[in-house]
């Protein structure tokens, strides 16, 4: 019997759920966002404020309260760039949203990230919106000038079609599949 024993277990030894919970703080900080399951990000989220209330003080006593928690760039980043963005903001510093399932095992799928970017993230989601819109419109021209070729085409091809039946040409038998019952 479990009682008030605290955290996770994940179907992890201690060992395992350490390491997993280092490699998914650690992706977190480097990429900013990590795609999970819905256990790990509720399991990570309190350490993951943690680490950010710990950056905040700055200087050597956070690098040294940070290493046992995440690899050494990671440090280096939530030190230098991830903190300052949380200095007036007292807690709170993740948000979880919910995707969709995987589809290998249809397991629930959350998207976890900090709840302030930094600059870079949001140039990089300006520049997808960006390319996105001139995708679209280059397609729109595309299919625009696809479809008066292919209705040119298609006129064509009915007139060519009614001069083969004409001549005397079988007609094409359909081919149906069959319904399962």
Known sequence: MRKNVFGRQLKRDANERKALFKNLLT???????????????????????????????????????????????????????????????AGGYTRIIKVGRRVADNAPQVIMEWVVKGEKAVASMKAKKAAKKTKATKTTDLASTAANTAGVAAVTAKTDKKSKAVKGSAPKQMVTRQKKG
């Open 27 to 89: 992706s977190l900080v480097l990429e900013e966002r990590i795609t999970t399951t819905p256990a790990k990000a509720k399991a990570i989220k309190a350490a993951a404020d943690k680490l950010v209330t710990k950056a905040k003080k700055g200087g050597d006593v956070a690098f040294r309260a940070l290493a046992p928690d995440v690899r050494h760039i990671a440090v280096e980043k939530l030190i230098s760039q991830i903190a300052p963005r949380f200095v007036t903001r």
